[in-house]
């Protein structure tokens, strides 16, 4: 199974997760209406895009939509563009958010970027998904088509605590003989900065629902 059938798997065959794609308009718009702290980042992500005088938004990866569907809300004249891998989930997604301009498939380790002027592209929560060398490349990738925009939020940024925490959990399952998964990249700070270094310079940091984001800007 690949990582798109995978998601795939999560969004649509299971509709009992977090992270699952309901079938029906209504449910789904109920789900996006659920998670607070989802409306606390739309409203963070707003007033950004305002601030900066912002008309268009590409969000990459968004799942099952439910930020950018609160961000729409808020802000319904912005050109709102959402971008997926994994090709069900997309489809569903089609017929489901019917407020977003765009909505499409898209392997950013593949590129075919899109890009509008006066736009900013929004990563918010994928950084786990990819290793430092592909997000070089990504970063790379949409500086060469213009975006002047990036706002980056991560799932976490890795402390002394937390990489502490880390190192103790992984020395107890191995105690105990049980089973290690890779979940995705942990990074500190620093070793976010270094993978856009070259192609993106931090203009400023948000607080956005109970996460840390960086906002970037075109060297």
């Not at 938004?57 to 004249?77: C, H, Q, R």
């Not at 890009?115 to 790379?140: C, G, P, T, V």
């Not at 880390?166 to 620093?190: M, W």
Request: proline share 3%; hydrophobic share 45%; with cysteine.
């Amino acid at each position: 199974m690949t990582c798109a059938e995978a998601w795939d798997a999560i969004r649509i065959d299971n509709e009992d997760t977090p992270f699952s794609i309901p079938k029906d308009r209504s449910s789904w718009i109920d789900k996006c209406l659920q998670n607070k702290e989802i409306i606390q980042r739309a409203k963070a992500v707003v007033a950004l895009l305002h601030d900066l005088k912002i008309t268009g938004l590409f969000s990459m990866g968004v799942g099952a939509a439910f930020l950018e569907y609160n961000i729409k809300t808020l802000y319904p004249e912005i050109f709102l563009a959402c971008f997926d891998f994994s090709p069900h989930s997309v489809k569903r997604l089609q017929g489901l958010f019917k407020e977003a301009d765009l909505v499409e498939n898209l392997d950013m380790l593949k590129g075919g970027w899109k890009f509008k002027e006066n736009s900013l592209y929004l990563f918010h929560r994928i950084d786990q998904e990819f290793n430092d060398a592909q997000w070089k490349k990504i970063f790379n990738d949409i500086a060469a088509v213009g975006v002047e925009y990036v706002l980056f939020i991560p799932c976490g940024i890795l402390g002394w605590g937390s990489l502490i925490n880390e190192k103790l959990n992984l020395l107890k399952y191995r105690i105990q003989g049980k089973p290690v998964t890779f979940a995705g990249y942990l990074r500190s700070k620093d070793a976010f900065y270094s993978l856009w270094q070259g192609s993106y310079r931090v203009k400023g940091r948000i607080r956005a629902g109970g996460l840390s984001g960086f906002l970037l800007v075109k060297d």
